[in-house]
C-alpha cells in the first residue's frame, strides 16, 4: 500500500486503570494480535502504527501507560505534548469506569488545550452474550455516552480480543485531529461534526476499515 | 511479636523515608554504619578498635589464597573491627575490597586470648565454618581489654541466638555443598529449599555459563574462607560474583550480599506467620497481585504451573501485608518471580523486604518518588558523561524515561533475557543501586552512535530493543583474533558498565539526587494535590483555588503528613482541628487557651463532620463541613447550624439541645460580644456617624457641599466609638437572652405540634409552661428560624457575620494577627473611603435638596442628614419586624424584648457595669432555665453538667 501524502505525526496516549486493556487495544491496532497473559506495562511501552483515512495518512505515535494508580504521577511525563489520547475502562468493571473520569478530567486540567479524547469501554467480548439481567456488564452503554457527551469526548465499546471496533477509535481519532500540515489540504472537513462519534457497530465495517490501516 | 516487628520496622522505614527526603545523610552513625555493611537496622557498634587480622583455616594451603599466614604479618589487612549485639565486623582500612567479614556471633565456638607477642594484645576467634581469625588490636592497652570485655559479655547475651544457627544452616546450599563433600562437621541429609529454578530448570545453558567449574571455585571459597553467616570477604570473593553466580548458589549469594541473609535468620518463623494470620483474607494490594500473577515472566516453565504461581502470590501478599504502605508495585511480581527461580520462598520474602526498604526506597512505594528522582539522576548522568547524546536527546525531545524507566524499576529483567539480567543482579546484590546506573549508561555508550543517528522516541527504543536480542552475539564479529571475536555484547556491556562508568559511584549519585530530591518531591505534591482536591466532594461556597489553600493548611497541620504516604490517608485528630480552626475562625480561641469550655463547641463540629465516626477528620470530612458553615443562604445557614444539634436526625433538638446553642451561640459570638470585632451593623453606623462629622466638617468650613465633586475626607475624623462599641456589645447580650427565652417560650411539647401562628395568640401557652420540666419539649427548625430570625443580629450572624469570620482565604504563611486589630478596622473606613464618601454625599445631596425648600441653614440640614441617617436604621429594624410578623408580641414578652430599655442601659462613657449588669440578666435566664432541666427527671446528668458549665 502506497501513501500519497506524507504522514502526519499524532501523539497519543492511553490511560485507564490496570488491566483494562490498554496495552492489548494497541497490540491489537499495531499488530491485529492478541495474547491473554500480557505481562503489564511498566512505566509506558512506546509504539507507532500508521493510519489512512481518506487522502489523509496519520502516523500514531502512541504512548502506552501503566495503568497501576501509583504510576498516575508518572502520566503526566507521557500526556505532555499529546494531541489525542484514548481514555480505557473495562465495562465489566464499574471502578475502572470512575477512574476513566478522573483521567479525562486531568487531561483537561493538565494536557494541551485542543487534545482530542476518546473514551473507549473495552472488553465487549464478555458481555456480547449477555441478558438484559445479571450480566457481566455493570457500566451501560448510556453511562458511557452520558459521560463522553459532558466532556465532549468520543466514545467507543471495543474489544481487543476480538477486535470489534477498536480500529475505528483510531480512525475515529484520525478524522477529528485539526489538520496542521498545509501540504495536506484535502483534510475530510471535519465533519463527523459535534456529534463526533463515530459508531460503527458492525464488525465487517470494522474489519474494512482495518484494511485501510495496515502498513 | 511479628506485629510489634511490622509496626517498628514501618516506623523504622518510614522514619528512614523521612530523613531520606529531608536530609539524605540524616541517618545516626549506627544506622549508616548497618547500611554499610548490610547488618539489619537494630545493630548498633558497641565497641570498636584498630586491628590487623590474620585468617587461617585447615584448607588456607589451597593455592589462590591472597592473604595466608605464610605470607609474614606484614600482609595482613590492617583497618578497624566493630562490635555490634550481633556481629564482629572488619573492613581494611584501605581498601573493603581487600579483606571485610561481617561474622555473626552465633557461629563463633571459641576465643583465646593469645599471649602477646609484639602485639600487645591478640584475640583469636574460631568459628563454625573452621575459620581461625586472629585480631591484633592496636592502640590503648586498657582500650584492648575493654574491647575483650565486652566481646565477652555480649557473646554471652547472644548464647540463646545460638540455637537458631543449626536449623538456619540446614537451610544454606553452602552447607549443604560442603556437607556431602564431608568437609564440614555438619550433617545435612536433605536438600534445602531451593528456587523454581532446580524443578523447573533455570534459565540459559549451564555449559555455556560454566556453572560447574563456577561452583568448584564457590567451593573451595567456601572451604578458605568461610561462608554465609561467617564468611571472610576477600578480592575472590568479588571477582566471583563479577563473572557470574552459579545458579544454584546464586540465591544465597544474593541474599548474603544484600544482608537479607541475617533478617531470615533474627526472623525464622514470620514468614510462615504472616500467610497464617493473613490467610486469604483480601486487601486492594491482594486484588491487584491477583491481576498480575498471570503477567509475571510468562513465558518462564514455572509461571505456566500452579507451584509457580502459588509461591509468587504468596511472596508478594506475605510483603503487602508486612508493609503495606508499599503494598504490591507492579515490576515488583517481575522482580520477585526472578527471585523464585534462584531463592526459596522465604529467601526471597526477605531480600523482598530488604530491596523495597534499603536498597531502592521509594521505587515501589504509592507515589514511586524514588523511581522519579532516579530517572531524573539518570538523565542528568547521562548529560554529563555524554553530552553530545544528551544534546541529541533533547533536540528530538526524545523521552529518555520511557526507555530507562523499566530497567530501573525491573532491575532489568523485563528488559533483557533472563540469563542477562540475572548476571547484572548478581552485582546489583554486591554494589547496590550503583549497578543500575552504570549499566544504564553503559547501554546507551555501546548504543551510542545508532542512537545518535535517531530522531524520534520510535527508532530509539526499537534500537535498544533489538541490542537487547543478540547481547548474547559477538562485540566484535570481524575481529580476527579468536579471543576479541569470543567476546560477547553482554560482556563487553559489563566491562563498559564497570570499568568506564565506575566513577558513578553512591557519592556521585547521591549528589545528584540531592540536587533534584525538591523538585521530584514538589512535583509528585502538586500532583497528589491536584488528585485529591480532584477527589473531593462538591463544595459549591468554596472557590477551587480556596480549596488549595485548604489543603496545603491541612496537610501542614496533619503533622504526619508525608508526600511518601498514600494520598488521602491522612487525618487529623482533635488537636489539629483545632489548631486548624483556630488559625482560620475569629471566635475560635487560639491553641494555646485551655479552658475547655472553649473546646465544646469545636468538638461538636468535630463529631460532626466526623463522617467515618473514627474520631478524626479526612480532608473532605472538614471541606463538607466548611461548606456548610460558611453557607451564604440564610435560611440554608439557620438549618445547617440545626441540623448540628438535631443528633437523631428528626427534626427536633430537645431541652438539652437548645441549652447547648444557647451556650455555643454565645461562644461563636464571642468576639463581636466582647466588642474585639465589628459586625456590620456597627460598620454601618460608624460609617454613618464618620459621614455625619465629615459633612459637618465640610458644611461649617462654608463650602458649597453640594457644588463639590471630590469629597475629602479628613485624616482624622472623632466619633463616639465608644458608644457605637458598647451599642454592639448590647445588642450581642440581648441576641444571646432573648434567643434562650425564646426558644424555650416557643418549644413545643412533645406531643401535640403546634403551629407558629397559634403560638402567638394562644396565651395558655406561656414560656413558664415551656420551662417547666414536667413537659418534655422540643425545638423544630421553623421555630429555630423564626426565634433568629426575631433577633437582627443573630440573623445577621448567619447571613453574614459567621461566614465572614471564617477566612478560609487566608493564605497560609500570613502571620497577621486572626482578630483584627480594631484601629485598622476604623482607619479603614477612612483609607477606604468610598463607601464614607458616598454617604457624605448623599446628606449633601439631600441637604441640597432641602435647601431649595428652606434657606439655606447648616444646622437644619444637619439636623435632617441626621434623621435621614436614623430613620434608615429604622426602617432596617421595621423590615425584619416585617420578616417575622407572624408573631405578634404581647404585654407579657415586652419585659424580655429588651429593646427599648437596652437603650437606657448604655451608659457611653463606661460600658462596663451596662455589660456586667446585662451578663447577669443574661447568666440568670440561662440559669432559670438550667434548673428547670435540672429538676427535670429523665436526664439530670447532662443537666448538671450544664448547670457547672453556666455558673463559671
Redesign the interface.
Known amino acids: 500500500m502506497s501513501f500519497p501524502n506524507p504522514a502526519t505525526s499524532v501523539k497519543l496516549v492511553l490511560l485507564g486503570e490496570?488491566?483494562v486493556g490498554k496495552s492489548s487495544l494497541v497490540l491489537r491496532f499495531v499488530s491485529n494480535d492478541f495474547q491473554e497473559?500480557?505481562?503489564?506495562?511498566?512505566?509506558?511501552?512506546?509504539?507507532?502504527q500508521k493510519c489512512t483515512i481518506g487522502e489523509r495518512t496519520i502516523k500514531y505515535?502512541i504512548?502506552d501507560t501503566?495503568g497501576?494508580?501509583?504510576?498516575?504521577?508518572?502520566a503526566?511525563?507521557?500526556y505532555r505534548?499529546a494531541q489525542a489520547a484514548i481514555v480505557v475502562y473495562d465495562i465489566t468493571k464499574p471502578a475502572s469506569f470512575i477512574k476513566a473520569r478522573?483521567w479525562v478530567?486531568?487531561l483537561h486540567?493538565?494536557a494541551s488545550k485542543d487534545i482530542t479524547i476518546a473514551l473507549v469501554g473495552n472488553k465487549y467480548d464478555l458481555v456480547e452474550d449477555d441478558n438484559e439481567e445479571d450480566g457481566l456488564r455493570k457500566v451501560s452503554v448510556e453511562e458511557g455516552k452520558g459521560l463522553a457527551e459532558e466532556e465532549g469526548l468520543l466514545f467507543f465499546e471495543t474489544s481487543a480480543k476480538t477486535s470489534y471496533n477498536v480500529n475505528d477509535v483510531f480512525i475515529g481519532i484520525g478524522s477529528k485531529i485539526p489538520e496542521t500540515n498545509a501540504g495536506n489540504g484535502a483534510a475530510p472537513a471535519d465533519q463527523t461534526g459535534g456529534e463526533g462519534r463515530i459508531d460503527l457497530t458492525s464488525n465487517s465495517v470494522a474489519a474494512n476499515r482495518a484494511g485501510e490501516c495496515a502498513c | 511479636m511479628a506485629f510489634f516487628e511490622a509496626i517498628r520496622d514501618r516506623a523504622v522505614s518510614t522514619l528512614n523515608q523521612v530523613l531520606d527526603k529531608k536530609n539524605p545523610s540524616g541517618l545516626t552513625k549506627d544506622q549508616l554504619f548497618c547500611r554499610q555493611y548490610s547488618l539489619p537496622d537494630y545493630e548498633t557498634v558497641l565497641n570498636e578498635s584498630a586491628a590487623e587480622v590474620e585468617v587461617v583455616s585447615d584448607f588456607t594451603t589451597d593455592a589462590y589464597k591472597g592473604v595466608s599466614s605464610s605470607m609474614g604479618r606484614e600482609q595482613f589487612p590492617q583497618g578497624r573491627i566493630f562490635l555490634t549485639q550481633h556481629f564482629i565486623v572488619f573492613r581494611d582500612a584501605y581498601d573493603k575490597k581487600n579483606c571485610s567479614f561481617t561474622i555473626h556471633l552465633s557461629t563463633v565456638k571459641k576465643v583465646e586470648r593469645l599471649p602477646a607477642k609484639d602485639y600487645g594484645f591478640a584475640l583469636s576467634i574460631h568459628t563454625h565454618s573452621k575459620l581461625q581469625v586472629t585480631l591484633y588490636l592496636v592502640g590503648l592497652r586498657s582500650e584492648s581489654e575493654r574491647f575483650a570485655q565486652t566481646l565477652k559479655i555480649t557473646l554471652k547475651k547472644n548464647l540463646p541466638n545460638v540455637k537458631k544457627l543449626s536449623p538456619f544452616i540446614h537451610t544454606c546450599y553452602s552447607e549443604y555443598l560442603l556437607a556431602k563433600n564431608n568437609i564440614s562437621s555438619e550433617k545435612i541429609e536433605s536438600v534445602p529449599p531451593s528456587g523454581l529454578g532446580q524443578v523447573f530448570k533455570f534459565p540459559g545453558n549451564p555449559k555455556e555459563s560454566r556453572d560447574k567449574s563456577k561452583m568448584k571455585l564457590w567451593f573451595d571459597l567456601f572451604r578458605v574462607d568461610g561462608r554465609n553467616l561467617s564468611l571472610v570477604k576477600t578480592p575472590m570473593f568479588y571477582r566471583l560474583v563479577r563473572v557470574g553466580l552459579p545458579n544454584r548458589l546464586r540465591g544465597e549469594i544474593w541474599e548474603l550480599c544484600c544482608g537479607s541473609m541475617f533478617l531470615r535468620l533474627d526472623h525464622q518463623e514470620e514468614y510462615k506467620k504472616i500467610l497464617e494470620d493473613y490467610g486469604k483474607r483480601k486487601s486492594l494490594a491482594t486484588e491487584?497481585i491477583e491481576?498480575?500473577l498471570?503477567?509475571?515472566?510468562?513465558e518462564y516453565a514455572a509461571y505456566q504451573s500452579p507451584e509457580g504461581i502459588e509461591r509468587l502470590r504468596r511472596v508478594l501478599t506475605a510483603y503487602s501485608w508486612k508493609n503495606p504502605e508499599v503494598g504490591y508495585?507492579?515490576?515488583m511480581?517481575?522482580v520477585v518471580a526472578a527471585l523464585l527461580i534462584y531463592m526459596s520462598e522465604e529467601q526471597a520474602f526477605w531480600t523482598l523486604n530488604v530491596l523495597c526498604d534499603r536498597i531502592v526506597p521509594g521505587y515501589y512505594?504509592?507515589?514511586?518518588y524514588g523511581?522519579?528522582l532516579d530517572q531524573r539522576v539518570f538523565e542528568s548522568l547521562v548529560q554529563n558523561t555524554m553530552p553530545k547524546l544528551w544534546d541529541h536527546i533533547t533536540k528530538n525531545?526524545i523521552?529518555l524515561?520511557?526507555v530507562s524507566?523499566?530497567w530501573f524499576?525491573?532491575l532489568y529483567l523485563?528488559s533483557m533475557p533472563l540469563v542477562f539480567a540475572s548476571r547484572i543482579i548478581d552485582v546489583f546484590f554486591l554494589q547496590g543501586p550503583q549497578t543500575l546506573f552504570q549499566v544504564a549508561l553503559a547501554i546507551l555508550k555501546v548504543n551510542g552512535e545508532d542512537l545518535l543517528k535517531t530522531e524520534?522516541?520510535?527508532s530509539f527504543?526499537s534500537i535498544i530493543k533489538d541490542y537487547f536480542q543478540v547481547l548474547d552475539q559477538s562485540a566484535h564479529p570481524n575481529s580476527p583474533n579468536p579471543k576479541y571475536k569470543s567476546i560477547t555484547k553482554f560482556q563487553e556491556l559489563l566491562v563498559t558498565a564497570f570499568k568506564e562508568f565506575s566513577i558513578v559511584n553512591e557519592e556521585m549519585i547521591d549528589v545528584h539526587r540531592n540536587r533534584h530530591r525538591d523538585t521530584i518531591f514538589q512535583?509528585?505534591s502538586t500532583?497528589?494535590k491536584?488528585?485529591e482536591l480532584?477527589?473531593l466532594p462538591k463544595a459549591k461556597n468554596i472557590s477551587p483555588e480556596t480549596l488549595s489553600i485548604l489543603y496545603d493548611r491541612f496537610y501542614s497541620i496533619v503533622q504526619s503528613y508525608s508526600v511518601t504516604m498514600a494520598s488521602g490517608s491522612s487525618l487529623m485528630d482533635f488537636k489539629a482541628f483545632k489548631s486548624f480552626m483556630s488559625d482560620i475562625c475569629e471566635w475560635v480561641k487560639p491553641e494555646t487557651s485551655t479552658d475547655p469550655a472553649d473546646d465544646v463547641f469545636l468538638h461538636h463540629l468535630f463529631s460532626n463532620w466526623d463522617s467515618e465516626g473514627q474520631a478524626a477528620l479526612s480532608l473532605s470530612d472538614l471541606v463538607v463541613g466548611l461548606n456548610k458553615l460558611i453557607e451564604p443562604d440564610l435560611m440554608t445557614s439557620m438549618s445547617n447550624f440545626f441540623e448540628l444539634y438535631d443528633f437523631k436526625h428528626k427534626g427536633k433538638i430537645d431541652r438539652e439541645g437548645i441549652l447547648q446553642i444557647s451556650e455555643d451561640l454565645l461562644y461563636v459570638t464571642g468576639p463581636w460580644k466582647d466588642g474585639l470585632l465589628y459586625d456590620d451593623i456597627t460598620v454601618n453606623a460608624m460609617e454613618n456617624a464618620v459621614a455625619d462629622e465629615v459633612y459637618k466638617a465640610n458644611t461649617s468650613n462654608g463650602d458649597d457641599g453640594a457644588k463639590k465633586d471630590e469629597i475629602a475626607l479628613p485624616s482624622e475624623v472623632q466619633i463616639d466609638k465608644q458608644k457605637l462599641e458598647s451599642q454592639q456589645i448590647e445588642r450581642y447580650l440581648k441576641g444571646a437572652s432573648t434567643f434562650i427565652q425564646r426558644a424555650f417560650e416557643y418549644a413545643q411539647p412533645e406531643e401535640e405540634e403546634i403551629l407558629i401562628k397559634d403560638l402567638a395568640i394562644d396565651n395558655s401557652i406561656s414560656h413558664n409552661a415551656a420551662l417547666n420540666p414536667n413537659t418534655p419539649v422540643f425545638l423544630n427548625l421553623p421555630t429555630f428560624r423564626m426565634v433568629i430570625l426575631a433577633d437582627e443580629t443573630y440573623e445577621l450572624l448567619f447571613s453574614r457575620t459567621l461566614r465572614k469570620s471564617i477566612n478560609l482565604e487566608k493564605s497560609l504563611d500570613s502571620k497577621v494577627n486572626t482578630i483584627r486589630n480594631l484601629r485598622d478596622m476604623f482607619d479603614g473606613l477612612l483609607a477606604d473611603g468610598r463607601k464614607v464618601a458616598n454617604k457624605v454625599r448623599r446628606r449633601m445631596d439631600s441637604a441640597a435638596s432641602s435647601a431649595l425648600q428652606v434657606n439655606n441653614n447648616n444646622s437644619n440640614s444637619d439636623a435632617t442628614s441626621m434623621k435621614s441617617g436614623r430613620s434608615k436604621t429604622q426602617e432596617e429594624e421595621e423590615e425584619q419586624d416585617d420578616d417575622f410578623g407572624v408573631i405578634s408580641i404581647d404585654e407579657k414578652d415586652k419585659d424580655l424584648l429588651l429593646g427599648a430599655e437596652a437603650q437606657v442601659l448604655i451608659d457611653p462613657v463606661s460600658n462596663e457595669p451596662a455589660k456586667n449588669k446585662e451578663l447577669q440578666r443574661f447568666h440568670k435566664a440561662e440559669q432559670e432555665a438550667a434548673a428547670a432541666s435540672a429538676s427535670f427527671k429523665s436526664g439530670t446528668k447532662i443537666d448538671d453538667a450544664n448547670l457547672i458549665e453556666f455558673e463559671t
Open positions: 490496570a488491566a497473559n500480557k505481562e503489564p506495562t511498566i512505566g509506558a511501552a512506546f509504539l507507532t505515535e504512548w501503566a497501576q494508580e501509583r504510576f498516575a504521577s508518572l503526566p511525563m507521557y505534548n478522573h478530567k486531568e486540567e493538565q | 491487584e491481576k498480575d498471570n503477567r509475571s515472566l510468562p508495585c507492579q515490576a511480581n517481575i512505594s504509592k507515589t514511586m523511581t522519579l525531545d523521552q524515561s520511557v524507566l523499566p524499576l525491573s523485563s524520534d522516541d520510535g527504543i512535583n509528585i500532583f497528589v491536584r488528585t480532584r477527589n
